[in-house]
C-alpha cells in the first residue's frame, strides 16, 4: 500500500468533466485507488464519489493505491492534481 498526502496548488474547478478526467487517470491502474479526506475514504474510480469531495485550492487530502501497480497509481493521481 503507497499512501501520499497531496495539496491542490492551483484553481481547480472540479465539475463533472475535470472529475470524469481524474475517474480515467485511476482506471487505468488495476490497482485500488481512493482518496481520503475529513474521514472519507472515496473509490477515485467512481465518478459518482469524487463528485461528491470538495476539492479546490489549497484542498489537502491523502491519494492511497494498494494493488500490483500501487506507485504508478499514486503517482498518476499527483500528476493529475498537479497539470489540473
Do not use: C, W
Not at 60 to 81: H, I, L, Y
Amino acid at each position: 500500500m503507497v499512501k501520499r498526502s497531496v495539496t491542490i496548488q492551483s484553481e481547480l474547478d472540479m465539475n463533472s468533466r475535470p472529475v470524469a478526467h481524474l475517474v480515467q487517470e485511476a482506471s487505468q491502474y488495476s490497482s485500488k485507488v481512493r482518496i481520503e479526506m475529513e474521514n472519507k475514504q472515496i473509490n477515485a474510480k467512481s465518478i459518482m464519489g469524487m463528485m461528491s469531495l470538495n476539492l479546490g485550492k489549497g484542498t489537502t487530502f491523502t491519494v492511497v493505491a494498494d494493488g500490483e501497480d500501487e506507485e504508478k497509481a499514486v503517482n498518476g493521481v499527483e500528476e493529475f492534481f498537479a497539470t489540473h
